[in-house]
């Protein structure tokens, strides 16, 4: 009985027929089942020499079902990987994804090139007080850029208790004291400028990214804009010194050699000298390309200059010791040049199409082996 059955176990051409051949041993109505049933009638002298026979008779058979059934499962799986076949280098089905504003690309690329001339990313509040973004920077009291009509000023509690009741000369502040603590939307990041010297000693060396407030909406300016400062306080700095690191953070953003710059003197409130830079560019197609070493025209990018003496005295340093000087840009007006934008307003439009359209991946990260870097 046990050859019989373990040829049939061993025959089995599937999983069904091997079940099969299980039920005729093992089931309720099973032969081998049938056997030890009858060692119940069997004397104790039968039982002794019987009952092994027939335990040994069912573990061999379950034996063998156990190892067919193995053997049967591991060829059924072989057959399925060998027909069911996956090509894993077909590209994935693509998936919603968001994008990088140019904005914030622009900001990462400066941050990168400036991190390689040896410059730290500074921030401070964008709430200022009126001696912050305006007294500490040499700007007088008379500069049109602290009238209402070109600043965001927050209404300030004017009653005769607090020492600020309407004064002779109408802005609603009784003394100096009271304008000192007044407050608004900064004009530009150069109050960050001046809390890092007063927060931290020379030598310094900064740029200062951030959004600024202007009171002001046209096809070419916003309400609401972006802006990068950078400032160096140091010994012995000179025009030159801001020169080159200007020179050197053009072509590395623009990723050109052929960069001509033009500085042409201006006035700035904060800095003495002081300097328009201009950058050469070519026509390609109708449209202004930056670069070229003969170039068709020239654009203003970012004002700079040396700290004027009075700003550094009100940061509480010797101006006779340290000297230093500082620029700023939009970076709006960066990204447009870079990247051939037209048009200011669709930044804050929040146009999915547009985003779409100028946006980085979010993988896109500016790195120096990337080409952006000094």
């Known amino acids: 009985m046990r050859d019989h059955m373990l040829t049939a176990i061993a025959a089995a051409s599937g999983l069904d027929a091997l079940d099969a051949c299980r039920v005729e041993a093992l089931g309720k109505q099973g032969a081998i089942t049938a056997l030890l049933k009858t060692l119940g009638k069997m004397t104790p002298e039968e039982r002794l020499v019987q009952g092994p026979q027939i335990q040994g008779l069912r573990e061999a058979v379950a034996n063998g079902i156990a190892e067919r ?44 090139i400036f991190a390689d001339l040896g410059f730290a990313v500074a921030t401070g509040p964008e709430i200022e007080t009126d001696w912050h973004n305006f007294t500490a920077l040499n700007i007088p009291e008379t500069h ?20 600020q009741s309407p004064s002779s000369d109408g802005d609603g502040f009784a003394d100096d004291a009271a304008r000192t603590k007044r407050t608004l939307l900064r004009t530009h990041t150069s109050p960050v400028q001046i809390r890092t010297m007063l927060s931290q000693k020379p030598p310094i060396r900064i740029i200062a990214p951030g959004r600024t407030y202007r009171s002001d909406s046209d096809a070419t300016h916003t309400p609401m804009f972006h ?38 003197p201006s006035y700035f409130p904060f800095t003495e000298p002081s300097v ?19 170039p068709d025209g020239w654009l203003e990018i970012l004002g700079s200059g040396m700290v004027h003496r009075k700003v550094i005295e009100a940061c509480g340093l010797d101006p006779d010791e340290w000297q230093g000087f500082a620029f700023g840009c ?45």
């Open 227 to 264: 802006q990068v400062e950078g400032l160096v306080i140091d010994k012995g700095i000179t025009l030159g010194h801001l020169k080159w690191t200007l020179e050197t953070f053009v072509k590395a953003f623009f990723e050109r050699d052929d960069i001509v710059l033009r500085l042409r």
């Open 69 to 112: 059934k193995a053997t049967l499962e591991r060829a059924a799986l072989d057959a399925r990987l060998a027909s069911e076949t996956l090509d894993m280098t077909l590209p994935a089905d693509a998936t919603p994804a968001g994008t990088i504003h140019p904005v914030s690309q622009v900001m990462d690329e400066l941050a990168e």
């Open 330 to 374: 939009g970076i709006d007006r960066l990204a447009m040049l870079k990247y051939g934008m037209d048009d200011l307003r669709p930044f804050f439009d929040g146009d999915i199409r547009w985003l779409k359209h100028y946006g980085f991946s979010s993988l896109d990260v500016p790195t120096l082996s990337g080409g952006v870097g000094a």
């Open 144 to 163: 049109p850029a602290r009238a209402m009509h070109d600043t965001f000023y927050f209404e300030e509690p004017r009653t005769a208790g607090d020492g």
């Open 276 to 294: 328009e830079i201009d950058v050469g560019y070519t026509l390609v197609k109708g449209k202004r390309v930056v670069g070229g070493a003969e």
